[in-house]
């Protein structure tokens, strides 16, 4: 009996089999998504799962495609009617910025909620991995994440020796709120080793008075813009040049976009602002 032939139809089938399975996994159905905030929406794009998403909240800006989803709400409530028209596969929200009864509703009607709090550098790199595994993109997010912790290390070994600087950061002029311990600020300044005089204070956001600045002998003022900011004025520094600060002209204004949304970019920010705060050290 002559196999030879018998071997060649078993390797035509094999083959033809592996490709039906790999054309199969190529072109499985990835879930649709609704992202309630910005950074989660900026997260997804990241990772891959841009074009899954099809509803989110006010202010999800970036990247340029994001402008084009439809929106379904915001901070303070959502459209739930419209959410039960889009039907998406998975609900990712955010769980301190969504509003909690109807996050609640959503869950009563069946819908898969997962939820992003990120308040760190590190939880940026779980919960990136997370999404792109559940969006049915896992390498990619795997070496997106991969390098972002890379990058990370090596920035926090760049500064972790450097000599530090009292520095206050600007949040938020009127009134003046400031950033304390267990704010998402607060690690930029430890990283780029900025000592930050209110940092103890329980509040992670607290409101405070130029008197109070003033006998801190702040050498360096913080004060992250947005083009989206409807109050871009700031703080009247000027006026008080009896702080080191302001008398030295030692006031930089990082880009609040990148700072204070929870992405990949806030690491770009965050080097960007660690090379600031060395020049002014120097």
Known sequence: MNIKPIRLLTALLLSVLLS?????????????????????????????AGEQIIGTTAHADYPEQAKNIPRIGNYIRLQIERVIELQPDLIIAWKSGNPSDDL?????????????????????????????????????????????????????????????????????????TTVAQNSWPQQFMDICKVENPFKQVTTPYPQVNIEQVIPMSVQLIIQPRSASQSDLEGFNWPNWQVIPAVANNKIIKPDADGLHRMTLRSLTALQSLCAEVDLIRQ
């Open 104 to 176: 609640a509703r959503l869950e009563q009607l069946g819908f898969t909620i997962v939820y992003s709090q990120p308040h760190s550098f590190q939880d940026i790199a779980t919960e990136m991995r997370y999404f792109a595994e559940i969006a049915g993109h896992k390498a990619q997010g795997e070496r997106i994440t991969a390098a972002f912790e890379d990058k990370l290390t090596n920035i926090i070994s760049s500064y972790k020796n450097k000599t530090p600087i009292i520095g206050f950061y600007e949040l938020w002029s009127r009134p003046l």
């Open 20 to 48: 039906l399975n790999s054309y199969a996994n190529d072109n499985t159905k990835k879930p649709s998504i609704i992202a309630l905030s910005p950074h989660i929406v900026e997260m997804l794009y990241d990772v891959g």
